[in-house]
């Protein structure tokens, strides 16, 4: 810029602000200007005031808008995602009856579920997480207390995943059916591109998903699928293909016993290079007894460790050093 033309405009005169007379009048008679450099200083505070106004309407607004509502929701208006991993027995352990006696105590869930409402549905939700509240509450004819989010469809695995992670109740094999439910059904390309996404390591993630892919009869000789443990998947699919006869032998000798073997007895037999089940402790026999007073009591005897077990009810605690004596002469 020209010298001459910066000389030319420090040389113009200062146009005061002009004030419309409702302007004037909104503002604080304290505050009324009375010069043209106090009429924008006032209007300049009036402007910055009701934008940083509008600002934190805005925010409020949108801190509304990604909440997550929680609501009391019919428990009939809800349905289970086709990636829920629980297990039906889930729905009938010690842990499940503990869970739906506290919800009945408390009139209530008061740990949230989450739900996404259901696409074409009005009404209706889908169950990201909270499966087990879920049934408690439709168990026990009470409302169930949720938070609504919007989600996709990797979104609600995602979230489900995490949150089963964080509660300890939730069994390796039942991680592993909602892995290989996600692989199988294509919501990820590959198991790599799952761990990544839930943030596990891939070996984590294969250990899992090889317990959903065991045989059904190799998940026969368990008690139940829930005892299977994370690291036993592996071993016992090698041992399947490599020799399935032999351990179809062991698990039909297996289920033959009552009351069956612990689980992790069951899980060393069948991965054993022999073929027998030598490594199996044979289960204790029970003979019932039976008193003159109705008293009742059983004896278990182990032929293996040629152990015996007497349990007995019934007894007072008066009788407990006769009983010694009679033990001790039978030892003698």
Not at 53 to 68: C, I, P, V
């Amino acid at each position: 810029m020209k010298k001459s033309a910066v000389k030319d405009r420090a040389m113009m005169p200062l146009v005061p602000l002009q004030l419309t007379d409702a302007q004037v009048g909104e503002m604080n008679p304290l505050e009324k200007p009375v010069t043209g450099p106090g009429s924008m200083m006032a209007f300049m505070k009036r402007e910055s005031a009701t934008f940083i106004e509008n600002q934190q309407l805005r925010s409020e607004l949108n801190d509304y808008k990604t909440a997550n509502l929680t609501r009391k929701l019919d428990p009939a208006s809800i349905v289970r995602s086709k990636w829920a991993n629980r297990h039906e027995q889930s729905f009938a352990d010690k842990e499940f009856l503990k869970l739906k006696a506290e919800i009945d105590g408390a009139g209530g869930n008061v740990q949230p579920i989450k739900v996404r409402p259901l696409a074409g549905e009005q009404g209706k939700f889908q169950i990201v997480f909270g499966h087990r509240r879920h049934q408690a509450c439709l168990e026990l004819g009470l409302p169930v207390l949720a938070m609504i989010e919007d989600l996709s469809e990797q979104e609600l695995f995602s979230q489900m995943d995490r949150e089963n992670r964080l509660r300890a109740d939730l069994r390796p094999y039942e991680q592993g059916v909602m892995y290989a439910k996600a692989l199988d059904g294509g919501l990820f390309p590959s198991m790599r591109k799952m761990a990544d996404a839930l943030g596990i390591p891939q070996s984590s993630a294969s250990q899992y998903t090889a317990l959903a892919r065991l045989p059904k009869e190799v998940l026969l000789a368990f008690e139940s699928p829930l005892d299977v443990q994370q690291k036993w998947g592996g071993p016992l699919t090698q041992t399947f293909q490599q020799n399935p006869d032999s351990l179809m032998e062991k698990v039909r000798v297996i289920v033959g016993q009552s009351p069956r073997p612990k689980a992790v007895e069951v899980f060393k037999t069948l991965i054993a290079t022999t073929g027998d089940c030598s490594t199996i402790t044979p289960p204790l026999t029970p003979i019932p007894i039976t008193g003159k007073d109705n008293q009742a009591g059983q004896i278990l005897f182990n032929p293996k460790k040629q152990a015996i077990e007497i349990n007995l009810s019934g007894v007072p605690e008066s009788r407990i050093q006769e009983l010694e004596r009679l033990i001790k002469e039978f030892l003698s």
